[in-house]
């Protein structure tokens, strides 16, 4: 009954800021303060505060929770572990069976096709010339 109260105070000052903004000329800044006050009712209404004054103050609530947090930990230890380990389950399962898939086989790099070596010797490294015949060719 007291959060009820305390929400349906904060709302009606809420809205009176809001009506004297509004007073002031500055309606879009009115809108979002009564906006903003209309959510301690709007909770209130739907008993969203009820039922939280009533797990706020619950023990059974909050070991639940704390129930919850530590299965959490546990399960993200266990990943944690898991990951460092073997890597992935797949892995770890064809390892204890004893034996592994064969693994790729990283391609040989293939050799650059503009290299120094197609160069003719005679032409410095920053010759244009062929991009000076290809903007010919094409009337630039």
């Known amino acids: 009954m007291l959060a009820e109260t305390i929400c349906s105070a904060v709302s009606a000052a809420g809205l009176g800021i809001a009506a004297i903004t509004a007073y002031r000329k500055r309606f879009l800044a009115a809108t979002r303060v009564a906006a903003y006050a209309l959510v301690p009712v709007g909770l209130v209404m739907t008993g969203a505060v009820e039922w ?3 797990t706020a103050f619950s023990p059974v609530a909050w070991a639940g929770f704390g129930v ?3 299965a959490w930990v546990l399960f ?3 990943r944690a572990v898991e990951r460092r380990r073997s890597g992935t389950r797949k892995e770890a399962s064809q ?3 004893g034996h592994q898939e064969p693994r790729a086989v990283e391609p040989t790099a293939s050799a650059p096709s503009l290299g120094a070596g197609d160069r003719p010797k005679g032409r410095p490294a920053d010759d244009f010339s062929d ?3 290809i903007l010919k ?3 630039i």
């Open 76 to 78: 993200m230890t266990t």
């Open 137 to 139: 060719k094409h009337g």
């Open 95 to 97: 390892a204890r069976q």
């Open 52 to 54: 939280l004054a009533e």
């Open 131 to 133: 991009i000076e015949a």
């Open 68 to 70: 919850l947090g530590l």
